[in-house]
């Protein structure tokens, strides 16, 4: 039973190690306003993290695989336990959610959050490596739903 015990918490502590600290906590569309569009990233690590060694990215439609034409290099820091915004267009984020968020890094057009809501986007790290991905790549998942917004 010790040994038990034992190998579930060396499997706990390693796969603790093998989760990223930032990841999408929201995609939205505010107000169905597409200019407002978002990504808000979490860090749920013990320590800051820093941005400029993460990229976020999408993946056209039901593209399978990424073609680089749309990813942003992202920037600032992630306090531990904090949040931070990437917008479309930062004045009408900030319009549309006045008082009650901020943009932190503007993406704009043409970037991973310039989406019909059928795209799908990923957040990778200085290697490469995806750290969290929304979608399916080389799924177009709102062929069924006729919904083209982010919800």
């Given at each position: 039973m010790l040994h038990t015990i034992q190998a579930f918490i060396?499997?706990?502590t390693i796969t603790a190690f093998t989760f990223a600290d930032v990841f999408m906590t929201e995609l939205a569309d505010p107000n169905n306003v597409a200019g407002a569009r978002f990504i808000e990233l979490?860090?749920?690590?013990?320590?800051d993290v820093d941005l400029s060694s993460y990229k976020i990215r999408r993946y056209t439609n039901g593209n399978a695989a990424f073609?680089?034409?749309?990813?942003?290099s992202l920037?600032?820091?992630i306090a531990a336990?904090?949040?931070?915004?990437?917008?479309?267009?930062s004045s009408?984020?900030?319009d549309?959610?006045?008082?009650?968020?901020?943009?932190?890094?503007?993406?704009?057009?043409?970037?991973?959050?310039d989406s019909n809501g059928d795209d799908k986007i990923e957040i990778v790290d200085s290697n490469g490596d995806i750290v969290d991905i929304y979608g399916i790549p080389g799924e177009d998942?709102?062929?069924?739903t006729g919904n083209s917004n982010f919800e």
């Open positions: 060396i499997t706990l979490y860090n749920n690590g013990s320590s073609t680089g034409s749309s990813e942003k920037e600032g820091t336990g904090g949040f931070r915004i990437l917008c479309k267009s009408t984020f900030d549309t959610l006045s008082g009650v968020a901020t943009c932190d890094q503007q993406i704009s057009s043409g970037g991973a959050l998942v709102n062929n069924d």
